[in-house]
């Protein structure tokens, strides 16, 4: 990708067709379905890419078989279509990148007979909606089996289990990808870009947006012919500055997902809570070396902190443990994610649990602002596809989407055993070459001929674990991230892993991004600073004792010398 220097010249310097707000799953999507349609794109975000709801995922590509219970139980069609279309589009996004997804088999445990057949029965149903998408047929497992591949069950009352197939996904890199397929294919994208007001013509159609720089280079106009509001949970703020009468649309719900060690779960099947208090379903899903549990929903406060805290944590853990046979207790968790699901009001719905994920095109005739409403992660490429029919409509032009299937960036030649090249090639051991092959594809190569140049970056970032020195230069250089979080939250991942873990690699990282950000001494330890006390703050949040802040690696190396 461009550097932020590259693409902030090059916004200031050209007209577009279209500009995209908001760099999430929904507007790069809208910005690569753009691009590859001929339309000069651009896309900005007041954040890191895929830095809100994007990021916050239970990273599961699905259909959702708590909508097919709902569609079932309240005999809705627009559930159902959900399904329907987020089982279609399951499978286009697990083609167009399959380094960055997977088919996951989640294991519902049932404690009777009845439970088995009534569950068996909806996951048949499952597998019909998906038809020649089904990815595997469900099926029933006895007790035995279901004992055998998760050993954390509950023995005694355990009967067996249905087992169904989804896919699981890498939302962070996932989002990045469909962000760097879009600049191969000629677009412009900005991170850490505010959109903060709009110029229009004298008939009141939107000409162009200011862009705040919210790394200090001031503001910049954007000129296009068409924008799109694809700003997630926060969507009624731009519907609101384009049109200050717009009513809210939004009915943004919050959800969290902790991390707790595989301690008796297996690395390749999830679990699906059926029943919790609240009448939903919840997932433990494996997630590279450690289990995802998740998610709550509840009530979301303009400007609340998205943080994790002691009685979410406690909620979840309250769903999963009696299906276990040791407790999962609070002291286990070692990491956690808060983000805002945004959804759409529905007429008549108040309770975000039965608000439809669906998506909606907003037209606003006045001054042709087109919003990109709710939806999910599983269906943003048809939502891009969607919105720019739109967009195509407002400008009078015509070509269809090429989305469907387009690989992403990274996916280009990769098979499930392409971690062998870079076993043969870079002489590495075969964990950290399935771990980097995971992460960038076939693009992979290209981080690890760092390595050759500086053997220091070969070295891991944390001692033990997958991610190496090498990850940060090239976030860096090619992925845009400019702070020590867009690496270890986004580009790497390590801050889900392990909030301590990610305290421990990010003195490195900041050593790191100062060489290649070309940082003053000063700058480096302020980032440091502020991402030690953002994770500790978010430790303390979730009701856990904060780290000591480790020493900047400067200071560690003089240690050595
Ligand atoms: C807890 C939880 C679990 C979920 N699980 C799943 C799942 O397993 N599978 C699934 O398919 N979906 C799931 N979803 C839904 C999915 O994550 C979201 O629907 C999707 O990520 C929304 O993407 P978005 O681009 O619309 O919003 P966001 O990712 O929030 O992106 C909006 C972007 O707009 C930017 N922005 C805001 N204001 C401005 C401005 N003024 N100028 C420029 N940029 C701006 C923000 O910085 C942000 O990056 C889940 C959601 C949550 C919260």
């Known amino acids: 990708m461009k550097t932020r220097q590259q693409a902030f010249d090059q916004i200031k310097n050209h007209k577009f067709d279209v500009c995209v707000i908001g760099g999430g799953s929904s507007g790069a999507s809208c910005a690569l379905d753009a691009q590859l349609r001929g339309l000069k794109t651009v896309v900005v975000d007041a954040g890191d890419f895929a830095s809100g709801s994007s990021t916050a995922s239970s990273k599961m590509v699905h259909g959702g078989v708590r909508y097919l219970q709902e569609a079932v139980n309240d005999l809705d069609a627009g559930q159902y279509n959900l399904v329907e279309n987020a089982l279609r589009e399951r499978q286009a996004m697990l083609h167009s990148a399959p380094h960055l997804t997977r088919t996951v088999e989640f294991l519902v445990p049932c404690f009777s007979n009845f439970e088995k057949i009534y569950y068996g029965l909806g996951m048949k149903m499952y597998d019909w909606i998906a038809g020649k998408s089904s990815l595997l047929p469900?099926?029933?497992?006895?007790?035995?089996?279901?004992?055998?591949?998760?050993?954390?069950?509950?023995?005694?009352?355990?009967?067996?289990?249905?087992?169904?197939?989804?896919?699981?996904?890498?939302?962070?890199?996932?989002?990045?990808?469909?962000?760097e397929t879009f600049e191969r294919a000629g677009g412009i994208a900005l991170n850490y870009a505010r959109v903060i007001g709009f110029g229009r013509d004298e008939a009141g159609k939107i000409t162009s947006a200011s862009v705040s720089d919210q790394m200090g280079r001031g503001t910049l106009e954007i000129e296009a012919r068409a924008f799109v509001n694809a700003t997630g949970p926060f969507s009624d703020a731009i519907r609101q500055l384009v049109s200050p009468g717009a009513v809210p649309r939004m009915r943004p719900s919050k959800g969290v997902h902790i991390m707790v060690p595989l301690d008796g779960f297996s690395d390749r099947d999830a679990v699906l809570i059926p029943k919790t208090e609240d009448g939903r379903v919840i997932f433990g899903i494996p997630w590279n070396g450690r289990l995802l549990i998740g998610t709550t929903d509840t009530g979301y406060t303009p400007g609340e902190e998205m943080v994790v805290k002691p009685e979410e944590i406690e909620y979840l853990l309250r769903q999963i443990n009696p299906y276990l046979?040791?407790?999962?207790?609070?002291?286990?968790?070692?990491?956690g994610i808060a983000g805002v699901r945004p959804l759409v009001a529905a007429h008549g719905?108040?309770?975000?649990?039965?608000?439809?994920?669906?998506?909606?095109v907003e037209f606003d005739a006045g001054t042709?602002?087109?919003?990109?409403?709710?939806?999910?992660?599983?269906?943003?490429?048809?939502?891009?596809?969607?919105?720019?029919?739109?967009?195509?409509?407002?400008?009078?032009?015509?070509?269809?989407?090429?989305?469907?299937?387009?690989?992403?960036?990274?996916?280009?030649?990769?098979?499930?055993?392409?971690w062998q090249t870079l076993v043969k090639d870079f002489g590495i051991?075969?964990?950290?070459?399935?771990?980097?092959?995971?992460?960038?594809?076939?693009?992979?190569?290209?981080?690890l001929e760092l390595t050759r140049v500086d053997r220091w970056l070969a070295a891991p970032l944390v001692v033990d674990e997958a991610p190496i020195r090498a990850q940060v230069v090239y976030a860096a250089r090619v992925e845009m991230a400019v702070t020590i979080e867009d690496v270890l939250a986004r580009r790497i991942g390590l801050q889900l892993y392990s909030w301590r873990y990610a305290m421990e690699a990010a003195p490195i990282v900041a050593e790191l991004l100062r060489r290649e950000l070309g940082w003053s001494g000063?700058?480096?330890?302020?980032?440091?600073?502020?991402?030690?006390?953002?994770v500790n703050h978010m430790i303390s949040m979730a009701g856990q004792t904060p780290e000591p802040a480790p020493l900047p690696e400067r200071e560690l190396i003089m240690e050595r010398k």
Request: glycine share 8%; no cysteine; proline share 3%.
């Open 429 to 447: 051991r075969a964990s950290l070459a399935q771990y980097l092959s995971r992460k960038y594809g076939t693009a992979a190569p290209e981080v």
């Open 522 to 534: 000063k700058e480096e330890e302020h980032a440091l600073e502020t991402y030690l006390a953002a």
């Open 138 to 179: 469900s099926r029933i497992l006895t007790r035995e089996e279901a004992l055998y591949r998760l050993p954390a069950m509950q023995h005694e009352k355990l009967v067996g289990a249905v087992a169904y197939a989804d896919g699981q996904f890498d939302d962070a890199r996932y989002g990045l990808a469909v962000v």
């Open 368 to 418: 042709g602002l087109i919003s990109i409403l709710g939806g999910k992660w599983t269906t943003h490429r048809l939502m891009g596809e969607e919105t720019i029919d739109r967009v195509q409509e407002y400008l009078g032009t015509h070509s269809s989407s090429r989305t469907w299937n387009f690989p992403l960036a990274g996916a280009h030649g990769y098979t499930e055993d392409y």
């Open 349 to 360: 719905v108040a309770d975000t649990k039965k608000l439809i994920r669906d998506e909606e």
């Open 325 to 335: 046979n040791s407790p999962i207790t609070a002291d286990k968790v070692v990491a």
